[in-house]
């Protein structure tokens, strides 16, 4: 920090404290009463504390320090600040003048806590290492397994995979096929694909560089961290990520037996490539600005035609409309979570849509989208593909609208936090009411309202 | 000497040992990997004996040097970071010793005291798993050797002093 920003800083606060190493070099801290700050003169000057045991030194290099908190009691504390400066001491008659040379602070509204400590995390990988070395044992950060495999898989993301699986199900079952053990099998080996993905995606981006360069990841943006963290290490992390991929692979061949079904073979297939080769490299889709269509053909098609084909053993044009909004609606989920991790994206040659559009593209590319999606729906009731009930879907547009007005709003990771949240939601929402729709029209069905 | 129920007496006077209860900063100052002194802003907790901080992995910059220089002051000086209105303003100087055998856990040790001061922190831990390396902690156990304080709060006078009754070696680490 400049001199002159901390000396600002500095009047702003109503106390301070100076510090030194006394004459047998321990450090001493004694409060200052009345200071007064003249910047033109880049100078500190107060009453020199009375008593010998506090005669602040002119000899040797003294400090000064501020800072304020305000609690809010239950919440925690806002408005955590302090700054120190360091220089020398002179006297002025029964004044001490200070005159600072080198300065410090940090303001969590200048950098907010989250940041601040994302900054700090080397020093804490270098922290475990001295204590390594120094008890003769590995040792790191932990978390609970339970957590520790929440945090690594990003597990609450599974919604993007079980809104297509779901609603494959739900269009096979409208059609009178519905088998409950091969459904079963189906979320599971789509879920364990979907994590797997998700757990070689930060075994690449960190061997790319992409998210040891985040320093404003939040809980939607910027990987699981633990590789970072040195909660697990990137090797372990690909082990988990081959025992996700062949779990799902496991169980898609299983399945391929039991339907005897090609066109799920290929889908598998298809699948399991995509995802691998999200991040992966040669192909490393993501860098080329395919990450949103990749995710989109992943979360979309494939993993509603696959529950579906495992149920009917064919692809219908219906399957593919209503995999379409689908899609849309996950694409829009990375495409809003890449937007905080544009700066560390570019930096690391990560050639997302975001990076590659203007904030202003970025936007009306959102909006554009996710009113196709809805149109969409709309189009495939009109054409008769679709249920009437699906039309409930609509419900969701004011939250596309929303997160359009919320990324419009900022750029920062933290205030961009409620917009990508909302987005989420929205593919929730979405999906789940396309969902409803068919579940009402299958029920409507059975009570023989309609077909 | 008054102090703290449940707490062993010390030498510290009672105006100083009722301040390290309210304060939720103090200032502790640590010297420099250059000589530096530097000062970093911490929640104190007075055990009866020692004075306990908890330094996070993520900066314990400062950590490292006390290993290394072991001679620390802790001042207590911002009456709006108390838990309820005091006057009197103190600084303590000590030898401090770092407990770090097991960063996840050992520092929970502190917790009962840290929840008596500041109940939010259960609010905190509660996000753990957000916050893996944040809860990766350091014990900064301080010995107090002198004591200088202020007992209206006026530092313009000049301070009271005590000292520990004899000299308090204290382990650069465990």
């Known amino acids: 920090m400049e001199v002159a920003t901390a000396l600002g800083k500095l009047s702003e606060y109503p106390y301070c404290s100076v510090f030194w190493r006394d004459d047998e070099g321990a450090p001493l801290s004694v409060p200052v009463p009345r200071f007064a700050v003249d910047q033109a003169e880049g100078t500190v000057s107060f009453e020199a504390p009375t008593g010998e045991a506090v005669r602040v030194p002119t000899e040797r290099e003294v400090g000064l320090i501020s800072g304020h908190i305000r609690r809010q009691p239950g919440i925690g504390y806002d408005e955590r600040r302090y700054v120190e400066l360091w220089g020398r001491a002179r006297t002025d008659g029964e004044r001490v003048v200070f005159e600072p040379t080198d300065a410090w602070g940090w303001d969590e509204a200048e950098l907010p806590f989250m940041e601040y400590s994302e900054r700090g995390v080397d020093q804490a990988i270098r922290y475990f290492g001295g204590l390594s070395a120094r008890f003769g044992r590995p040792m790191r950060p932990r978390l609970q397994a339970g957590w520790l495999f929440f945090r690594a898989t990003r597990l609450p993301f599974l919604s993007a995979t079980f809104v297509p699986v779901l609603l494959g199900l739900a269009i096979a079952a409208r059609s009178g096929t519905f088998d409950p053990l091969t459904a079963f099998l189906t979320v599971i080996a789509a879920a364990a694909v979907h994590l797997g993905l998700n757990v070689s995606n930060d075994v690449f981006d960190d061997l790319l560089g992409a998210d040891r360069l985040n320093y404003t990841p939040t809980p939607y943006s910027g990987g699981s961290r633990v590789i970072q963290y040195g909660l697990l290490s990137r090797r372990e992390m690909a082990l988990l990520s081959a025992g996700l991929y062949g779990a799902a692979i496991l169980i898609g061949l299983v399945l391929v037996a039991m339907t005897r079904s090609v066109e799920l073979l290929v889908i598998g297939v298809a699948g399991v490539i995509i995802s691998l080769s999200y991040t992966a490299p040669p192909l490393k889709l993501v860098y080329r600005g ?7 053909l992943g979360f979309g098609p494939v993993m509603l035609f696959g529950a579906y084909v495992v149920q009917t053993g064919h692809i219908s044009l219906e399957a593919v409309v209503a995999s379409v ?29 975001v990076v590659r559009f203007s904030p202003e593209t970025v936007r009306l590319a959102y909006l554009v989208a996710a009113i196709a999606a809805f149109a969409i729906i709309v189009a495939g009731v009109a054409a008769s593909l ?22 419009g709003q900022t750029t920062n990771a933290y205030g961009l936090m409620s917009a990508m949240a909302t987005n989420i939601k929205l593919h929730l929402v979405a999906g789940g009411l396309l969902l409803a729709g068919y579940l009402t029209t299958i029920g409507a069905a059975a009570f023989g309202l309609a077909r | 000497m008054s102090g703290t129920p449940g707490k062993p007496m010390g030498w510290l006077p009672a105006p100083v040992v009722e301040l390290l209860d309210a304060a939720l900063v103090a200032d502790l100052t640590v010297v420099g990997q250059r000589g530096r002194p530097l000062t970093h802003p911490l929640i104190p907790f007075w055990d009866g004996e020692r004075i306990l901080m908890t330094s996070s992995a993520l900066f314990s910059r400062k950590v490292e040097h006390i290993k290394r220089d072991p001679r620390v002051a802790v001042a207590i000086v911002d009456r709006e970071a108390l838990t309820k209105p005091l006057q009197a303003r103190a600084t303590i ?18 917790l009962p005291l840290w929840r008596a001061k500041e109940p939010v922190i259960d609010r905190f831990l509660k996000m753990r798993f957000a916050l893996p390396l944040f809860f990766e902690r350091a014990i900064i156990e301080v010995t107090p050797t002198r004591c200088l304080w202020w007992a209206d709060g006026d530092t313009s006078h000049e301070p009271s002093e005590a000292r520990a009754p004899r000299p308090t070696r204290g382990r650069a680490h465990v």
């Open chain 1, 325 to 353: 909004p689908v899609a849309i609606f996950v694409a829009l989920i990375l495409y809003v979570n890449e937007i905080p991790d544009r700066p560390a994206d570019a930096a690391a040659g990560k050639r997302t849509l």
């Open chain 1, 290 to 296: 395919l990450g949103e269509f990749a995710v989109a």
């Open chain 2, 93 to 110: 100087q000590g030898i401090a010793r770092i407990v770090e055998d097991d960063p996840h856990v050992t520092w929970e040790r502190v």
């Open chain 1, 386 to 407: 679709l249920p009437l009930p699906t039309l409930v879907a609509l419900a969701a547009l004011p939250l596309a609208l929303q997160v359009y007005r919320g990324i």
